[in-house]
């Protein structure tokens, strides 16, 4: 019941509040929308920025690994290219070493010098590169492993098929870069599992037989110096496998010796997989040495690298709808305030406190409102001032309205005796001016704006009787008008000035042939009218001075008539409505007007 009631006092009846929680509630949904679109944004380019470097650091991993399968695959194209050499080791590899000792030094060596020597050869090699940690040469004919730990002289092994599973293995196809054979590290006795090797077969040059293998093992640690020659280090883990998913390198360092046990969830063309934990995973594949270059990025891990940059959207969000949603408050409440005040004044007011005023300097809205409606009380104090006299004046109209209607009654009767008693004494053309006159007075007092087209064509008609009678025969009129356009409702008095004009400055009394013609027509829509007459014609000066007095508001002077219908016309019509004039000396004046045609008809 509490809660109804404060609901109903301060948030149901208080628009101010309204507004302020609707504003509220806009600036959090936008700020907090936009704060989630921007977080997803930069998280997701933080996270695209991390994986980039990640390539970045595989393809510096591929580029060693290359250089290592390029190098051994250089030291048997090296030797083909020495025939004398090639010579040597082939010999070697076909024949134990014994025998290649004599070989060496019997009468059958022919090559002469130490550099064709094929033990040489190699073990000149193990000094080439710091990485080198074994160097095998393996026979296949002989089964033998001639196995170099350091420079110098290797070692030799036999490898007897029905004892050993290495010359099974040595005979299998495979990729050429691998982890070192169990086996063979047992035989050899090198149980360092950071190791990778990468091979390259040996054929007889003459032959094209393959004759035996050269295997080097790497260490799989000083792939990392790969690694450290980037400027920012990448996140997650790198992995180099062998297809067979054996471990060649592992930034990590977790996998080594083992398999890595997530082999099957690894797919070149998904983007995220579920390992230890969901992962970004990217893989890069050697078409040469078979090896496959991984790179695992926890999203966990990666959260991390965002973690910061959400607190800081999430800071700066609350700032803003702190500053958003309390300046505007502040401000409102303000407005508010003045507002319950100018409605607690308008109560008073309202109570019969006439001498309430309200007190606000500001120039904004608010404060012309007070000032109006002080305006307004000092007004109604005022009018309730003046109530009394306004009565007095009220009954003083009626009066007057009252002796209107008796006056034009008076008047009429006195030109009806005047015209029986000249009707009396023969003057029958007075008789009949003043019977003109009569009805002109009749209809130019009865009330309205506006007439029926047939009575305004009837006064133009009054009019020039009236005057045909005083000039006898110098004056001709003709009134042409469709029957079903009579009843016309057109503004009062607006043909009637124009002939007007032609009287007192067109028509010539010493001429015998003045003429005026009035016409009425329906034409697309609208009503023409067409007064035209032979009286004076108006210099081309003088015309283009009543044309440009034509567009001024009424005031007294020349045209007075004129102005006066052209500028009714506009008020009742519309702009594009009103008089145009023409004089020609040869074919008279033309007065031409328009009014619309739909929807006059009474």
């Given at each position: 019941?509490?809660?109804?009631?404060?609901?109903?006092?301060?948030?149901?009846?208080?628009?101010?509040?309204?507004?302020?929680?609707?504003?509220?509630?806009?600036?959090?949904?936008?700020?907090?929308?936009?704060?989630?679109?921007?977080?997803?944004?930069?998280?997701?380019?933080?996270?695209?920025?991390?994986?980039?470097?990640?390539?970045?650091?595989?393809?510096?991993?591929?580029?060693?690994?290359?250089?290592?399968?390029?190098?051994?695959?250089?030291?048997?194209?090296?030797?083909?290219?020495?025939?004398?050499?090639?010579?040597?080791?082939?010999?070697?590899?076909?024949?134990?070493?014994?025998?290649?000792?004599?070989?060496?030094?019997?009468?059958?060596?022919?090559?002469?010098?130490?550099?064709?020597?094929?033990?040489?050869?190699?073990?000149?090699?193990?000094?080439?590169?710091?990485?080198?940690?074994?160097?095998?040469?393996?026979?296949?004919?002989?089964?033998?492993?001639?196995?170099?730990?350091?420079?110098?002289?290797?070692?030799?092994?036999?490898?007897?098929?029905?004892?050993?599973?290495?010359?099974?293995?040595?005979?299998?196809?495979?990729?050429?870069?691998?982890?070192?054979?169990?086996?063979?590290?047992?035989?050899?006795?090198?149980?360092?599992?950071?190791?990778?090797?990468?091979?390259?077969?040996?054929?007889?040059?003459?032959?094209?037989?393959?004759?035996?293998?050269?295997?080097?093992?790497?260490?799989?640690?000083?792939?990392?110096?790969?690694?450290?020659?980037?400027?920012?280090?990448?996140?997650?883990?790198?992995?180099?496998?062998?297809?067979?998913?054996?471990?060649?390198?592992?930034?990590?360092?977790?996998?080594?010796?083992?398999?890595?046990?997530?082999?099957?969830?690894?797919?070149?063309?998904?983007?995220?997989?579920?390992?230890?934990?969901?992962?970004?995973?990217?893989?890069?594949?050697?078409?040469?040495?078979?090896?496959?270059?991984?790179?695992?990025?926890?999203?966990?891990?990666?959260?991390?690298?965002?973690?910061?940059?959400?607190?800081?959207?999430?800071?700066?969000?609350?700032?803003?709808?702190?500053?958003?949603?309390?300046?505007?408050?502040?401000?409102?409440?303000?407005?508010?305030?003045?507002?319950?005040?100018?409605?607690?004044?308008?109560?008073?007011?309202?109570?019969?406190?006439?001498?309430?005023?309200?007190?606000?300097?500001?120039?904004?809205?608010?404060?012309?409102?007070?000032?109006?409606?002080?305006?307004?009380?000092?007004?109604?104090?005022?009018?309730?001032?003046?109530?009394?006299?306004?009565?007095?004046?009220?009954?003083?109209?009626?009066?007057?309205?009252?002796?209107?209607?008796?006056?034009?009654?008076?008047?009429?009767?006195?030109?009806?005796?005047?015209?029986?008693?000249?009707?009396?004494?023969?003057?029958?053309?007075?008789?009949?001016?003043?019977?003109?006159?009569?009805?002109?007075?009749?209809?130019?007092?009865?009330?309205?704006?506006?007439?029926?087209?047939?009575?305004?064509?009837?006064?133009?008609?009054?009019?020039?009787?009236?005057?045909?009678?005083?000039?006898?025969?110098?004056?001709?009129?003709?009134?042409?008008?469709?029957?079903?356009?009579?009843?016309?409702r057109i503004p009062k008095l607006m043909l009637q000035p124009i002939v007007e004009n032609y009287i007192v400055h067109g028509m010539e009394s010493n001429r015998t042939d003045n003429r005026i013609r009035i016409e009425a027509k329906a034409d697309d829509g609208r009503i023409r009218f067409r007064v035209w007459n032979n009286g004076k014609p108006i210099d081309a000066e003088r015309l283009k001075k009543i044309r440009i007095e034509l567009d001024y508001p009424e005031t007294e002077g020349s045209s007075f008539g004129l102005r006066s219908v052209h500028e009714r016309l506009k008020l009742a019509y519309g702009p594009e409505y009103g008089i145009e004039l023409a004089s020609d000396p040869s074919e008279g004046t033309v007065v031409t007007m328009d009014i619309p045609?739909?929807?006059?008809?009474?």
């Amino acid at each position: 019941m509490r809660l109804r009631r404060i609901y109903r006092n301060f948030i149901k009846n208080n628009l101010f509040v309204k507004v302020i929680f609707v504003f509220a509630v806009i600036v959090i949904l936008t700020v907090i929308g936009f704060s989630y679109f921007l977080f997803n944004f930069i998280s997701a380019s933080i996270v695209r920025n991390e994986l980039d470097n990640q390539r970045e650091a595989m393809d510096r991993v591929n580029q060693y690994l290359e250089q290592k399968y390029e190098w051994v695959q250089a030291v048997v194209q090296d030797s083909y290219r020495d025939n004398l050499l090639s010579d040597n080791i082939s010999y070697l590899l076909k024949h134990s070493y014994q025998e290649y000792l004599q070989y060496r030094l019997g009468e059958g060596y022919t090559g002469g010098g130490g550099s064709a020597n094929a033990i040489s050869y190699f073990g000149d090699k193990f000094g080439a590169d710091s990485d080198i940690r074994n160097i095998i040469v393996y026979s296949s004919d002989k089964q033998a492993m001639y196995v170099y730990k350091s420079v110098g002289s290797p070692k030799i092994y036999q490898t007897n098929a029905s004892r050993s599973y290495i010359p099974d293995l040595m005979s299998m196809e495979g990729s050429n870069a691998s982890t070192p054979n169990v086996w063979v590290r047992k035989l050899i006795e090198q149980w360092d599992n950071r190791l990778y090797s990468m091979r390259s077969r040996i054929n007889d040059k003459n032959t094209l037989k393959n004759i035996g293998q050269i295997v080097v093992y790497f260490d799989s640690e000083m792939i990392r110096q790969s690694l450290m020659s980037s400027s920012e280090a990448s996140k997650g883990t790198i992995l180099v496998l062998t297809p067979e998913g054996q471990v060649m390198f592992d930034s990590s360092g977790r996998y080594y010796g083992q398999s890595y046990p997530y082999l099957d969830r690894i797919d070149a063309f998904q983007e995220t997989a579920d390992l230890d934990e969901p992962s970004y995973v990217s893989m890069l594949q050697s078409n040469t040495a078979g090896y496959k270059i991984v790179g695992i990025s926890p999203k966990s891990e990666m959260a991390e690298s965002y973690e910061r940059l959400k607190n800081t959207i999430i800071l700066i969000a609350a700032i803003c709808i702190l500053i958003a949603v309390v300046i505007p408050s502040l401000l409102i409440a303000s407005i508010s305030k003045r507002t319950n005040k100018i409605v607690r004044f308008m109560k008073k007011v309202e109570g019969g406190d006439l001498g309430a005023r309200l007190q606000d300097p500001r120039e904004d809205e608010l404060g012309q409102i007070s000032r109006s409606f002080n305006d307004m009380v000092e007004e109604l104090n005022r009018m309730i001032d003046r109530e009394y006299k306004a009565e007095i004046r009220l009954r003083q109209s009626e009066l007057a309205a009252l002796q209107a209607r008796v006056n034009p009654h008076f008047l009429y009767n006195t030109l009806e005796v005047i015209r029986m008693r000249a009707l009396s004494q023969g003057a029958e053309d007075v008789g009949e001016m003043i019977y003109s006159l009569a009805a002109l007075f009749r209809n130019s007092v009865r009330g309205g704006a506006e007439c029926k087209l047939g009575e305004e064509l009837e006064m133009c008609r009054l009019f020039l009787e009236l005057f045909r009678i005083r000039y006898k025969d110098k004056l001709a009129f003709e009134i042409d008008c469709p029957p079903e356009l009579l009843t016309v409702r057109i503004p009062k008095l607006m043909l009637q000035p124009i002939v007007e004009n032609y009287i007192v400055h067109g028509m010539e009394s010493n001429r015998t042939d003045n003429r005026i013609r009035i016409e009425a027509k329906a034409d697309d829509g609208r009503i023409r009218f067409r007064v035209w007459n032979n009286g004076k014609p108006i210099d081309a000066e003088r015309l283009k001075k009543i044309r440009i007095e034509l567009d001024y508001p009424e005031t007294e002077g020349s045209s007075f008539g004129l102005r006066s219908v052209h500028e009714r016309l506009k008020l009742a019509y519309g702009p594009e409505y009103g008089i145009e004039l023409a004089s020609d000396p040869s074919e008279g004046t033309v007065v031409t007007m328009d009014i619309p045609g739909p929807g006059l008809a009474a």
